[in-house]
């Protein structure tokens, strides 16, 4: 990551283009209550950290609610994470009670960079989405709850509401995935996050249009 900001520093483009990396939720050791998020990989993470706050680039982040739901699959677990109605979860750190594990997640990120001492930070989410298909044996893929955390994240995101960590700001979003990816390997769901399919027909309407009054962006 120096390396290419020292390259375009020199090409005069240091302050235009931001580099960056993106980080599945597995680099914070600790992400549950939100308040208590905290990285691990140490002097590493330290490193990456100063990195980011010298040069003004963002923290890019990929928090999946599925996978959440994967491993806990109970009723309030899933309208937690599809932003239905539900009873909440209470961070005892702040008082702050959650109604969705979107929020729960990207301040659990926020958490770790102020613990680190970069609050200053932005915070990107560079990947988020839900499998419309799975295998017999997978918990969570569904057409219905792919429709419904797309629908409501993008609704979300609309209200501008923020997290509770970061109220009144809209975090920059890229949805996972415009289209299928119908080679990859693994699990049927990892090939069934697509808003579209290869042969072009829409997996389902997502409740997008022109206008869109956050930077919401699909990958």
């Known amino acids: 990551m120096q390396n290419v900001q020292n390259a375009l520093n020199a090409a005069s483009l240091g302050g235009k283009i931001k580099v ?3 980080h599945s939720m597995a680099v914070l050791a600790q992400s549950e209550p939100p308040s ?13 950290l100063e ?4 040069n003004g680039s963002p923290f890019m982040i990929n928090p999946y609610p599925f996978f ?23 961070d005892a750190g ?3 009670k959650y109604m969705n594990m979107f929020d729960a997640q990207v301040d659990a990120v926020h958490s770790a960079l102020s613990t680190m001492g970069h609050k200053d930070v932005e915070i990107v989410v560079a990947e988020t989405g839900w499998p419309y298909k799975g295998d017999p044996n997978e918990v969570g893929p569904s057409l219905e709850y792919a429709k419904a955390y797309t629908g409501n994240l993008v609704s979300h995101l609309r209200s501008v509401v923020g997290t509770p960590l970061m109220p009144g700001k809209s975090v920059d979003t890229y949805i996972f995935a415009l289209y299928d990816e119908d080679l990859k390997p693994g699990p049927t769901s990892e090939r069934s996050f697509g808003l579209y399919k290869p ?21």
């Open 20 to 22: 960056s990396s993106v």
């Open 36 to 48: 208590s998020g905290a990285f691990g990989y140490g002097d590493t993470m330290k490193a990456l």
């Open 51 to 54: 990195f980011h706050s010298k």
């Open 68 to 90: 959440a739901y994967q491993s806990d699959p109970r009723p309030d677990t899933l309208a937690f994470c599809l932003f239905q109605p539900n009873p909440g979860r209470l």
């Open 94 to 96: 702040t008082g702050i």
């Open 199 to 219: 042969d072009l027909s829409m997996t389902y309407d997502a409740g997008l249009s022109k206008s869109v009054l956050v930077r919401l962006l699909i990958l």
